[in-house]
């Protein structure tokens, strides 16, 4: 999601004849975009702009520094007061309107801009990374209220774009050359709740789901493989389930983080669902799509968390046969219910529990991974292998890096077939056939 934020400012400023410097140290203006899921990710902009901030002290403040996303979103005012030499102070919901932002600033204030606003859509085009593939909005903020979490506080209520605009902006994706689109959402699948009208066929459901949405875009010429972040189990349904299965460019790939593997835990965190339900949709997913690839975000730590509790997360990644989990030690959070909770868990006892459970998270992963050994994938070539000449690398559809012998220059963005020799947990190993 920061990312996409980051190449929708990059665009925006480009659009405008801002030209991106090759060096940090040669920048007029400098933009941080900032995370604050968890402390580690705020505490290490500080340090950056505490450097950037003595720059401009001793050039006589031509640099103008911008400190963006959700630190920003969270702290507001105080970041003014901590770094007196910011230019502009601006929340994720303003990515967009930067070059606004920064005119105000060239008239010779400091700017803050943090409060939660209608998103419009994007005027320019995002100046993307990638030239193959390619991120895409779909639903801006979460209306969820994990006790542990910020984003709610700095991404604000949920804000479905307008299908047509997520057509249009896959048309023009498609009409350039892009082959792949990762749908965007906090909880991708919550999306359309708050566009207007019911469905058509007298269902009783809304206007527009994400499974109207997928099968509405799914069409798109040039684009040959779709997929979407991040799914929340509350709103995975059944129909989504199978929407995914029929549509053909959907890759079998679902990002469905479960945060623990404990009830009790889990209601504490307030996430509305058992680990039984997050097992039954896993279940459900495999039914139709054997091969699928299924990841996750743990939390280990969270407080009250005993033991026996933290072993049942253990146990869920053993059984559920993970892909991949991004794992993290609770990290308390400003404004959230569980911050202020007395019963913390020691530093010590979350690192040792994160710890013991990347071990098994890794083990998992390396197993699950060899269902590819001595099987064929169908690998979108990214380009050359940069570590290696001669070797070219992409993804298959269940999103494993695949590396191979071959000119990844010629080849880059076709599909081809690649066998598999060699298995590692997150990465394959193979030859192209016919
Ligand atoms: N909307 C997604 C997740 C977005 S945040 C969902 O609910 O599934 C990304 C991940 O950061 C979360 O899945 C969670 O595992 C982690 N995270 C969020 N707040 C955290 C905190 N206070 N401490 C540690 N990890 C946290
Ligand atoms: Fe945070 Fe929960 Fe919203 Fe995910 S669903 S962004 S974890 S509040």
Redesign the pocket.
């Known amino acids: 999601m920061n990312l996409a934020d980051s190449e929708r400012m990059a665009g925006t400023l480009e659009s405008v004849g801002y030209v991106c410097a090759e060096d940090a140290s040669d920048a007029d203006v400098i933009v941080y975009n900032t995370c604050s899921?968890?402390d580690k990710a705020e505490q290490k902009v500080y340090s950056a702009l505490g450097k950037q901030a003595k720059r401009k002290r001793s050039n006589m403040g031509g640099l103008k520094i911008v400190l963006a996303g959700c630190v920003a979103a969270q702290e507001g005012e105080t970041l003014l007061r901590r770094v007196p030499e910011l230019d502009l102070v601006m929340g994720p919901h303003h990515a967009n309107r930067i070059d606004q932002l920064l005119e105000q600033v060239d008239q010779g204030s400091q700017v803050m801009a943090v409060e939660p606003i209608q998103i419009a859509e994007d005027i320019a085009v995002p100046r993307r990374d990638s030239d193959l593939t390619a991120w895409v909005n779909v639903i801006h903020g979460?209306n969820?209220k994990?006790t542990?979490?910020?984003?709610p506080n700095t991404r604000g209520v949920e804000q479905s774009r307008a299908p047509e605009a997520i057509r249009r902006e896959m048309l023009a994706l498609g009409e350039a050359g892009y082959k792949e689109v990762t749908l965007l959402g906090?909880?991708i699948d919550a999306y359309g709740r708050d566009l207007p009208g019911s469905a058509e066929d007298g269902s009783g459901r809304r206007a527009w789901t994400f499974t109207d949405l997928l099968q509405h875009v799914h069409d798109v010429p040039g684009i040959e493989r779709i997929r979407f972040a991040?799914s929340?189990p509350r709103y995975f349904t059944e129909r989504l389930v199978r929407a995914c299965a029929e549509l053909p460019k959907l890759c079998e790939f679902f990002h469905i983080?479960f945060?623990s593997g404990d009830n009790d835990i889990l209601r504490e965190m307030k996430r509305g669902y058992t680990h039984e339900r997050y097992r039954r949709i896993i279940d459900n997913i495999r039914r139709h799509m054997p091969d699928a690839s299924v990841s996750g975000?743990?939390?280990v730590g969270f407080p009250g968390e005993t033991e026996e509790q933290f072993e049942m997360t253990c146990a869920l990644v053993r059984e559920v046969g993970f892909d991949r989990v991004?794992t993290?030690?609770?990290?308390?959070?400003p404004n959230?219910p569980a911050a202020e909770w007395p019963n913390q868990i020691a530093d010590l006892v979350k690192m040792d529990r994160l710890n013991r459970l990347n071990r098994i998270v890794n083990d998992v992963a390396e197993e699950r991974a060899q269902r590819f050994l001595n099987h064929d994938v169908e690998v979108l070539v990214e380009g050359p292998n940069p570590r290696k000449s001669g070797e070219a690398v992409g993804r298959n559809r269940q999103n494993k890096l695949v590396f191979f012998p071959g000119d990844g220059n010629s080849m880059k963005g076709q599909l081809v077939n690649v066998h598999v020799d060699m298995v590692h947990a997150y990465t394959l190993f193979g030859h192209q056939v016919a």
């Open positions: 899921i968890r979460c969820e994990c542990y979490c910020v984003v906090q909880n991040t929340h983080p945060q975000d743990a939390i991004n993290a030690a609770y990290s308390p959070r959230t």
